[in-house]
C-alpha cells in the first residue's frame, strides 16, 4: 500500500440523477506519470476532487500518499499539489504575491519563501513579469503562474488538470519537459488530466480511459491496443511507380486486412495484417511480383487509435 501514490476502491459520487465516478478502482505508483483520458463529462475532473478531499464521495475507499483526503486533508494537501481546471488567481496582484500567499498557506518555511518564489518564476518564465498584476496576463501566462503555483511547495504528487491548455507550442514544449523531470529525475508522481492523446502518449507510462464515471480501460499504450485486438499496421518503402503492382499483389494474401498506398515522393504500401506472419508472405510475393522493397517500418498503434476504438466499443457518443 506504502508504494502507492493514489488507490481507491469503488469510489463512486453522484450528482443527482448523474454518476459522476461510477465504482472506480485505481491504483497509480509513486513516480510514474499517470494519465487519466476521456471525453467532456467522463468524470476526471471529479476525480481529481475526491482524490483531493475538496469533494466527499459516496462510497468506496480513497488513500492518497497512504492518507484518506476526507479524514486527513491537511495531510494530503501540504504533500500535494494541484492545477485545477479553472484556476482562482488573485488578478489584483502581483504574480510574486500570488505566489507568496500561497506558499505560506502551503507552510514553506518564511525563509525559504521568497527565493522560492523567485525561482518558481524564473523556472516558468515570468520572472520579468512577477511584479505586474496578474489581471494583466495573457491567458499562457495565467497558466503558467498556476503551474508554477502547483509546484511551489514542491509536492511529491501533482493533479494537473489539463496543464497545457491555453498554452503555444513552446510553452506546452517547456510543462512536459517540466513533468518528465519531476517525474524521472525528482521521484515525484503526476496525475495527469488531458484530452491531448499525442501529449497522453508521450509523458504517460499508463494511462487509463474514462467513459460516463467508469473506468473502461487501464495500462501501457501497449497493453491498450492489445486489449481492444488492434491490427498490426506496417508501412513499406517500395520504389516509385510500382504502388499498383504492388496493391495487386499484397491483396491475396488472407491475413492482410486492408492496404493502403501513397504515390507520394516516396511511394509507401501500408498493410494492416492480423498476423505478423503477413509480413514474410507480402514480401516474397512482392518479390516475386518484381516490386523493389526498401524498408519494412512497424506502425505503432497510436493512443488516438486506441482511444476511438475504446469510445466507439461503447457506444460512447453520449
Ligand atoms: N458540482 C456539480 N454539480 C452537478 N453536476 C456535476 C458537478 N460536477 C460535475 N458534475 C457532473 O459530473 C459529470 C462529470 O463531470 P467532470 O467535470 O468530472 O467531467 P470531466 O471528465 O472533467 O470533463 P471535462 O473534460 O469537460 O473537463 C458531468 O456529467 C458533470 O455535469
Ligand atoms: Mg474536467
Do not use: W
Amino acid at each position: 500500500m506504502a508504494s502507492h501514490a493514489i488507490e481507491t476502491h469503488g469510489l463512486t459520487r453522484r450528482f443527482g440523477a448523474t454518476t459522476a465516478v461510477d465504482d472506480l478502482s485505481l491504483t497509480v505508483e509513486t513516480g510514474e506519470v499517470f494519465g487519466f483520458l476521456g471525453h467532456n463529462g467522463a468524470g476526471k475532473t471529479t476525480t481529481v476532487r475526491l482524490l483531493n478531499g475538496v469533494l466527499a464521495a459516496d462510497g468506496g475507499q480513497i488513500r492518497v500518499l497512504g492518507h484518506d483526503p476526507a479524514t486527513d486533508g491537511p495531510q494530503v494537501r501540504a504533500r500535494t499539489g494541484v492545477l485545477t481546471e479553472t484556476p482562482s488567481l488573485d488578478e489584483r496582484l502581483t504574480a510574486i504575491d500570488n505566489l507568496t500567499i500561497y506558499a505560506d498557506l502551503y507552510g514553506v518555511p518564511t525563509g525559504q519563501v521568497n527565493g522560492r518564489v523567485n525561482a518558481i518564476l524564473e523556472t516558468f518564465g515570468l520572472a520579468e513579469r512577477g511584479r505586474e498584476k496578474v489581471g494583466g496576463y495573457s491567458k499562457g501566462m495565467k497558466q503558467r503562474l498556476a503551474l508554477a503555483r502547483a509546484f511551489l511547495h514542491e509536492p511529491d504528487l501533482l493533479f494537473l488538470d489539463e496543464p497545457t491548455s491555453g498554452l503555444d507550442p513552446v510553452a506546452t514544449q517547456e510543462v512536459h519537459d517540466m513533468i518528465r523531470h519531476v517525474s524521472r529525475e525528482e521521484g515525484r508522481t503526476v496525475f495527469l488530466c488531458t484530452h491531448n492523446l499525442v501529449e497522453a502518449q508521450r509523458l504517460c507510462k499508463r494511462v487509463a480511459v474514462m467513459e460516463h464515471g467508469q473506468m473502461v480501460a487501464v495500462g501501457t499504450p501497449h497493453d491498450l491496443a492489445h486489449q481492444i485486438g488492434a491490427d498490426m499496421r506496417y508501412t513499406l518503402e517500395i520504389a516509385p511507380d510500382q504502388t499498383g503492382a504492388a496493391r495487386d499483389a499484397v491483396k491475396a494474401i488472407a491475413t492482410v486486412s486492408s492496404v493502403e498506398a501513397s504515390d507520394a515522393e516516396d511511394a509507401e504500401l501500408t498493410l494492416t495484417v492480423s498476423d505478423r506472419e503477413a509480413v514474410p508472405d507480402a514480401l516474397a510475393a512482392l518479390g516475386a511480383a518484381g516490386v523493389r522493397v526498401y524498408a519494412v517500418i512497424p506502425q505503432q498503434t497510436s493512443l488516438e487509435d486506441i482511444y476511438m476504438a475504446l469510445h466507439q466499443r461503447k457506444g460512447g457518443a453520449s
